[in-house]
């Protein structure tokens, strides 16, 4: 990769984990409307080379606990908990769960202006998911 | 602006660039960066995840994709398929491993290891480029 750090940003940063395309963005696009920076990633490799990196800081992870990766949920929580003390863990076994610890992230977020439903953004996934299947199919 | 408005961000106006990255970190400047400009920015890890992206329904511009990823098929596949099923779709190629013979056949390649904001500066251009022939 380059050799650029990622520029200086005081908002702050969630490491949002979704194997699903589709949910991590809605999820991510979300968190960035309440003023959170978020940083995406697939797996619980990809997890941990953000968190080895040292850079983007991470305040917050929001996980799926069935995301994919060679680190189950439960041992991932294991593993983050004893290397990164300082970083808040939320897990979440469903996107309905995601949608609500990110409504909840929300209300607590920097640029919370207004209540936010975490229903539509379900719904929304749940609509991409079809489409997607479909085309699949 | 409701939650649906919300995450279809910035306006219908404007149509989300697609990053087909695998390396998190590199993913993440670049979209930051390109968040930055004032773009909507959908991240996928590879080649079968942006194919999801655009079966979805999401209407991009812009896909903007590594070539070596894990995956069933890799970036080039990728920029075949999307040249024969969604022909309107720019594709711009990243590789540490090709030349720039792509640009031969129309497809804009930025060779590895690359500068993001240079990687930024591409996408501009060829976002400006579509919407001054007003595609």
Known sequence: ?137 | MDNVAMLDAHGPEARPVLVVEDDPLLRFMLCDLLRAEGLVVVEAANAEEALGVIAAGLDVEVVFTDVQMPGPFDGLELSRRLQASHPDIAVIVTSGHLDGSLVAVGIPFLPKPYVPTKAVGLILSVLERRRAHGG
Do not use: W
Not at chain 1, 84 to 108: F, M, R, V, W
């Open chain 1, 1 to 137: 990769m380059g050799a650029e750090t990622p520029v200086d940003d005081a908002r702050p940063c969630i490491l949002l984990l979704d194997g699903d395309v589709l949910s991590r963005h809605a999820l991510a696009e979300y968190l960035r409307g309440c003023g959170y920076r978020v940083v995406e990633v697939t797996t619980s490799e990809e997890l941990f080379a953000v968190l080895d990196h040292g850079t983007p800081m991470i305040d917050t992870i929001l996980f799926d606990l069935d995301a994919p990766g060679s680190v189950n949920g439960f041992a991932l929580r294991a593993m983050v908990r004893d290397a990164y003390p300082g970083i808040d863990l939320i897990a979440a076994g469903s996107t309905e769960k995601a949608a609500k610890e990110a409504a909840n992230l929300c209300e607590e977020g920097p640029e919370l202006t207004r209540p936010y439903d975490p229903q539509l953004v379900i719904a929304r996934i749940r609509r991409m998911q079809a489409r997607r299947d479909d085309e699949d199919g």
